[in-house]
């Protein structure tokens, strides 16, 4: 890829200092994002993902936490923007859908009004006539039939899908050119999962922006998007395109994760395996590489696995990179089987 | 909604009935007799027996009782004759300690308390809520602090503490302020403010501290409501964010609490009144007890309840305006 990525995040590193000690929540991410492209980021709950998210918009509790690192839109570190130029590019360059659309979306005000009002933040002298247009134009876009009678009503008499559409419509507004949504179906009926993903996959052709897909659920990263970030104790242990990621993983963690998904293939039936222990505590995380105590293929006590962070490297022979202190040949070889089985 | 109002009117109306029934039979159980009270100790048993058959009391209770609520729609008659006297509509009967119609009395003094109520109303909600919204952003700090260690020291203080508190610094103290003495504020608008300023301060300061705790702990609650993370992830000034999201799904408990310590003010600040000689509902109540004077317990008591009443009905009617999710259930 030749041209400057849209969005580039650079050794972003999170910390939180909480009454129980300091929480290491994400520590060196890296990755680029071009327009157009959707980067799917995979892990389990506290693994770091969301708080990787979270932090391009400047979200996270700034007297409790810090960032450092950088993260560029357009060349522009926005971990040193000021207050106001921070504004600016939330809801505008970068929108944000999020997991719960019922607690996502104001209780006491009309759809119409938050959506509106996300418009208005970044279009102080639109007319109130082309404000209501826009809404009105923007909820027929994300699917809401009746469009003028819904527009005044509040989030409880939405549906859960239809919540979620609203908040979309709310985050696509002002046409961002980076749209990060975190587990935007996870608390969805899974029929409406697909099409919540296909709204979105729509609205990117149309816009041609960049989405930052947060789950846990390896099926959606198949379905949408073009690479994917693998997160484990808030560190990247596996970056690769859709296609390697399933066909060819190169990361033990990995590896635990496909094999824990269900298939209707006859020869697992009744049999899900799952990957043994428990995520680590981002307080006191494992020494040396993190998923080590849960690995099967681990090489043992004073072995580089208990004393040494693996980097991220390329795998020969892959398109891939992994964090694994086995050979490139090991993960290959191993990774090839694990998907066979 | 107009039927959920007239529902909740007929409701009131029926608990006010239960209300009026109860406190009127638990002071008819009282051992002292009425009559006996309707003039000094050396009083002739023929004065006390007239008295009696003036005053209704040789009736039955329950006829007592009917006789009461017929006078609050259509007024009352007592004695016959040149001793005939009567109150009114609405009449809460007679008040033997005081020689006069109990709502005369309660006329002259709900004004008083009225005033009293309000001003610290409109004091404790202001500082209330201003304080609290200070501790909720300034978590952690010095301000924050400042106003819950305000709030845990005006919450534990009795009312009595801080009314002498307040009258001995600024009377007798600082001699900024002249000692309390009553004066209708279309008499003399700058006695009356300067008698009512402590008073207002004193409820206020004991109400404001559970506001500020409300106020904090219901911003604090809602900032980590995922609509305000959305709120910020918008672009929103801080500044809208505060306003139409955190304060305003802090504001729905503030406005029912706010509802009903209000009414049960205009009941009677009994305590806040003593201290400070208002002639208000409460002083009257308190004389009343101290003078077995049945009828004006009975009469203040009717007219709390219904205010406390009435509140709990414009709290209500209240959910529905400020949270919609109520509105169309």
């Known amino acids: ?341 | 909604m107009l039927l959920f109002v007239t529902r909740r009117l007929m409701f009131a109306l029926a608990l006010l009935l239960a209300v009026s029934l109860f406190t009127y039979l638990l002071f008819a159980m009282l051992p002292s007799d009425p009559a006996a009270l309707t003039c000094s100790k050396n009083c002739k048993p023929e004065i006390i027996e007239a008295n009696r058959i003036r005053l209704g009391y040789d009736k039955p209770i329950l006829e007592q009782y009917w006789l009461f609520l017929k006078g609050i729609f259509v007024g009352r008659d007592y004695g016959v004759g040149q001793a005939a006297f009567s109150c009114p509509a609405p009449s809460l009967g007679y008040s033997y300690g005081q020689h006069e119609c109990v709502t005369t009395l309660i006329a002259r003094t709900f004004p008083v308390t009225a005033y009293l109520s309000i001003g610290a109303f409109i004091l404790w909600m202001t500082l209330g809520i201003s304080l609290g919204s200070i501790a909720a952003l300034k978590r952690g700090r010095w301000q924050d602090r400042a106003a819950t260690t305000f709030s845990a020291v005006g919450v534990s203080l009795p009312t009595f503490y801080i009314g002498l508190l307040v009258l001995f610094s600024f009377c007798i103290w600082l001699r900024i302020l002249p000692f309390p003495s009553y004066e209708s504020p279309f008499v003399d608008p700058k006695s009356f403010f300067l008698t009512m300023l402590l008073p207002w301060l004193t409820l206020a300061v004991l109400s404001a501290a559970s506001y500020t705790r409300l106020t904090r702990n219901g911003m604090l609650e809602a900032m980590n409501e995922d609509f305000v993370r959305l709120g910020i992830a918008k672009g929103l000034r801080r500044r809208t964010i505060l306003r139409r999201y955190v304060l305003r799904s802090a504001l729905v408990p503030i406005v029912t609490i706010a509802g009903l310590d209000f009414a049960a003010l205009l009941g009677g600040a009994i305590i806040t009144e003593s201290v400070f000689s208002l002639p208000g509902m409460g002083r009257m109540s308190i004389r009343a007890v101290v003078d077995s004077d049945l009828p004006v317990l009975v009469g203040t008591t009717m007219v709390a309840a219904v205010f406390i009443v009435l509140a709990n009905v414009i709290v209500d009617i209240m959910y529905g305006v400020l949270d919609p999710r109520v509105r169309t259930k």
């Open chain 1, 1 to 341: 890829m030749s041209q400057p990525p849209l969005l580039s995040v650079e050794g972003l590193t999170v910390s939180f200092d909480t009454p129980d000690g300091v929480v290491h929540a994400v520590s060196g991410v890296s990755f680029e994002l071009q327009a157009g492209q959707t980067l799917g980021i995979v892990g389990e709950s506290g693994s770091g993902k969301s708080v990787t998210a979270s932090s391009i918009l400047r979200l996270n509790n700034s007297t409790t936490s810090s960032t450092t690192g950088r993260v560029l839109l357009d060349g522009r570190d926005v971990l040193g923007l000021s207050d106001d130029e921070m504004r600016a590019v939330r809801g505008r360059d970068v929108a944000m859908v999020f997991q719960d659309p019922l607690s996502a979306l104001n209780p006491y005000y009309s759809v119409g009004d938050q959506i509106a009002e996300a418009f208005l933040v970044h279009h102080p002298k639109a007319t109130a006539q082309e404000v209501r247009e826009r809404v009105l134009g923007m909820l027929e876009k994300v699917g809401i039939p009746n469009p003028e009678k819904r527009i005044d009503e509040y989030p409880h008499q939405f549906s859960g899908g239809m919540r979620q559409r609203i908040v979309i419509a709310i985050a696509l507004i002002n046409s961002p050119r980076v749209l990060i949504a975190d587990e935007p179906t996870t608390a969805l009926d899974v029929t409406v999962q697909a099409q919540i993903l296909d709204l979105m996959l729509d609205l990117q052709k149309e816009t041609n922006m960049a989405i930052i897909l947060i789950t846990h659920d390896l099926g959606v990263v198949a379905e949408v998007a073009d690479a994917a970030l693998v997160m484990y104790g808030g560190r990247i242990v596996e970056q690769a395109d859709v296609v390697s990621i399933f066909r060819q993983p190169t990361h033990p963690y990995s590896w635990g994760l496909l094999g824990a998904v269900g298939s209707l293939d006859t020869s697992t039936r009744g049999h899900l395996s799952t990957i043994p222990g428990t995520p680590p505590s981002l307080i006191s995380i494992p020494s040396g590489c993190s998923f080590h105590p849960r690995c099967g293929h681990a090489l043992g006590a004073g072995s580089a696995c208990t004393t040494k962070v693996p980097d991220l490297r390329a795998v020969t022979g892959t398109t891939s990179k992994s964090a694994c202190h086995l050979t490139d040949e090991q993960l290959v070889s191993i990774g090839r089987r694990e998907v066979l089985q």
